[in-house]
């Protein structure tokens, strides 16, 4: 208890161990963190899907992977494969399953699974964090 009232006492000691604490406790925060990539992939997706009625509609999409920053190259390096796993994956989606917020978040969801299960048969490897959609128009 003496200790902590001679802290309280001298105002400077006190915020010279608080800022050695939070130090502390940033670095550390810092080494658990990951490094997040992103690669943009180019050019955007124009694909067809039918409709439940059997129309034949387009989905025209702007598409990016976040992967953490050590898989960039593999992702770079497999970009035709991956662009074709999307490809089939989104021709393969109904109308219903991308017309909504809801129904396209679960269609980014199982479009990185898609593009994981391609990578991890080519590479052992399912580097994909996320698919994340700057635009996606469907007609």
């Not at 991308?98 to 580097?127: F, H, M, Y």
């Amino acid at each position: 208890m003496s200790l902590i009232m001679s802290l309280y006492k001298k105002p400077c000691l006190l915020a010279l161990i608080l800022v050695s604490v939070l130090t502390s406790i940033a670095v550390h925060a810092e080494e658990g963190a990951v490094n997040y990539a992103y690669v943009e992939l180019k050019p955007d997706f124009v694909v067809n899907h039918l409709s439940s009625e059997g129309q034949l509609k387009y989905i025209k999409t702007s598409i990016s992977i976040r992967t953490e920053a050590d898989y960039k190259d593999l992702i770079t390096h497999n970009m035709p494969l991956i662009r074709d796993s999307l490809v089939m994956f989104l021709s393969s989606r109904t109308t219903e399953q991308v017309t909504g917020a809801i129904a396209r978040e679960k269609t980014r969801e199982e479009a990185a699974l898609a593009v994981n299960d391609a990578l991890q048969k080519e590479t052992n490897v399912s580097p994909v964090k996320d698919i994340l959609f700057a635009s996606f128009v469907t007609q």
